[in-house]
């Protein structure tokens, strides 16, 4: 597989015509400015905060930002889609604390009647802990919520001497 | 480094034998290397009208060279650290040209759009041109613009590898050991891929190559 030459003598002369080609007049005297124009700026963008740049990203690729803003509000739909199913709510999502309460002791009322002593660890050392009844009418089948306990009388506030 | 006449035909003997010595080519490289940037200019000035003549015949379009051209010298300074000095920086950033270019042109396969640059003045004292286009043509820049733009038509239907062997040494004067190295394959694969993209030059230019 030789390339005489001779056999493509007219094929090269045809070829030296690109020779002859040129760009605009002054084009190679700007080039390397504009090469190094370019690496300023793509130093001054690396030294950008990491907002800045998510921001330019953003302008500069406007698919980018509508991915972005899609999966943000698909994330906030599925948040509020798994607090929706519980009905408690968020409340009810968060793990019950009752366990913490079932691992107490129950109160333990005297034959008395005197008020409700609460057991706790402090007994082996010699204490314990004792409400005393005679503050509330409060008795221990009673509730807060169940019949009022408190008349107390309520008066509109004035703000005139 | 202006060209004396004004053309990229007299950038082809330097393409063989680059104009600086190695050891000036090194400092300026090392002095690139520690962030110099005025070092690097003068590296851009030595190279950028190979550079942008290479991509150019490869692409046949001026805006695609420049943005090329300009791309291959910012990858380089980036990739500086890189550069062990095996090689010249002509030949490592010849190869970052080639590499880029060849990649560019696979990607826009299906788009080929020319913009071709203006033939100069000169060709009317090139003797090739004159034994192609006759002097008594009453039209002959039409004839020139004509056949530039069936040349460059003609080369955009050779495969990149071998637009990119036809136009390195027939066109810018490569000798064929440089190109293997620009384009990582042996002498032998250099000179047959040179044969079958003249072989199907000839046969896409015949009307202009009748005797």
């Given at each position: 597989?030789q390339?005489?030459?001779?056999e493509?003598?007219k094929?090269?002369q045809?070829?030296a015509?690109k020779?002859?080609?040129?760009?605009?007049p002054g084009?190679?005297r700007?080039?390397?400015?504009y090469v190094?124009?370019?690496?300023?700026?793509?130093?001054a963008r690396?030294?950008?905060?990491?907002f800045?740049?998510?921001?330019?990203?953003?302008?500069?690729?406007?698919a980018?930002?509508?991915s972005?803003?899609?999966a943000?509000?698909l994330?906030l739909v599925a948040?509020?889609?798994?607090?929706?199913?519980?009905?408690?709510?968020?409340a009810?999502?968060?793990?019950?604390v009752?366990?913490?309460?079932?691992s107490m002791?129950?109160?333990v009322v005297?034959a008395s009647g005197a008020?409700?002593?609460?057991e706790?660890?402090l007994?082996?050392?010699?204490?314990a802990l004792?409400?005393?009844?005679a503050r509330t009418n409060l008795?221990?089948?009673d509730?807060?919520?169940?019949?009022p306990?408190?008349?107390l009388?309520?008066?509109?506030?004035?703000?005139s001497? | 480094m202006?060209?004396?006449?004004g053309?990229?035909a007299?950038v082809?003997p330097?393409v063989i034998?680059p104009?600086?010595?190695?050891t000036?080519?090194?400092?300026?490289?090392?002095?690139a290397?520690?962030?110099?940037l005025?070092?690097?200019?003068?590296?851009?000035q030595?190279?950028q009208?190979?550079i942008?003549?290479?991509?150019?015949?490869?692409?046949?379009?001026?805006?695609?060279?420049n943005d090329l051209?300009?791309?291959?010298f910012?990858?380089?300074?980036?990739?500086?650290?890189?550069f062990?000095?095996?090689?010249s920086?002509?030949t490592?950033?010849?190869?970052?040209?080639?590499?880029?270019t060849i990649?560019?042109?696979?990607?826009?396969?299906?788009?080929?759009?020319m913009?071709?640059?203006?033939?100069?003045f000169?060709v009317?004292?090139?003797?090739?041109?004159?034994?192609?286009?006759?002097h008594n043509t009453?039209h002959?820049?039409a004839?020139?613009s004509?056949?530039?733009?069936s040349?460059?038509a003609a080369l955009?239907k050779l495969?990149?590898v071998?637009?990119?062997?036809?136009?390195l040494?027939?066109?810018?004067?490569?000798p064929?050991?440089?190109i293997?190295k620009l384009?990582?394959?042996?002498?032998?694969?250099v000179?047959?891929?040179l044969?079958?993209?003249r072989?199907?030059l000839?046969?896409?230019?015949?009307?202009?190559l009748?005797s």
């Amino acid at each position: 597989m030789q390339d005489s030459p001779q056999e493509f003598e007219k094929l090269r002369q045809l070829l030296a015509l690109k020779r002859h080609e040129n760009p605009p007049p002054g084009y190679f005297r700007d080039f390397s400015s504009y090469v190094l124009n370019q690496l300023e700026r793509d130093d001054a963008r690396a030294s950008e905060s990491w907002f800045l740049r998510l921001v330019a990203l953003f302008q500069a690729r406007p698919a980018i930002s509508w991915s972005f803003c899609m999966a943000t509000g698909l994330v906030l739909v599925a948040a509020t889609t798994v607090f929706e199913g519980n009905p408690g709510g968020p409340a009810a999502a968060m793990p019950s604390v009752e366990p913490t309460f079932a691992s107490m002791p129950d109160p333990v009322v005297p034959a008395s009647g005197a008020g409700v002593v609460f057991e706790t660890n402090l007994q082996s050392a010699g204490f314990a802990l004792e409400m005393a009844p005679a503050r509330t009418n409060l008795g221990p089948g009673d509730s807060l919520f169940s019949t009022p306990l408190f008349n107390l009388r309520v008066e509109p506030a004035s703000f005139s001497r | 480094m202006r060209i004396d006449d004004g053309t990229l035909a007299a950038v082809v003997p330097q393409v063989i034998e680059p104009a600086i010595l190695p050891t000036e080519e090194q400092v300026l490289v090392r002095r690139a290397k520690d962030g110099e940037l005025t070092a690097y200019d003068e590296l851009i000035q030595r190279y950028q009208e190979r550079i942008y003549a290479t991509v150019y015949h490869m692409t046949a379009n001026h805006e695609d060279a420049n943005d090329l051209a300009q791309e291959t010298f910012i990858k380089a300074y980036k990739a500086l650290h890189s550069f062990k000095g095996d090689s010249s920086f002509y030949t490592w950033i010849y190869r970052i040209a080639v590499n880029k270019t060849i990649n560019f042109l696979k990607q826009r396969r299906n788009r080929t759009h020319m913009s071709l640059n203006d033939v100069d003045f000169n060709v009317e004292h090139d003797p090739d041109m004159l034994a192609l286009v006759s002097h008594n043509t009453p039209h002959r820049a039409a004839k020139l613009s004509e056949l530039s733009a069936s040349l460059n038509a003609a080369l955009l239907k050779l495969s990149e590898v071998h637009r990119m062997v036809v136009v390195l040494h027939d066109v810018q004067g490569v000798p064929h050991e440089e190109i293997g190295k620009l384009m990582n394959c042996n002498v032998g694969t250099v000179r047959s891929r040179l044969f079958y993209a003249r072989q199907q030059l000839q046969a896409l230019l015949s009307d202009y190559l009748k005797s």
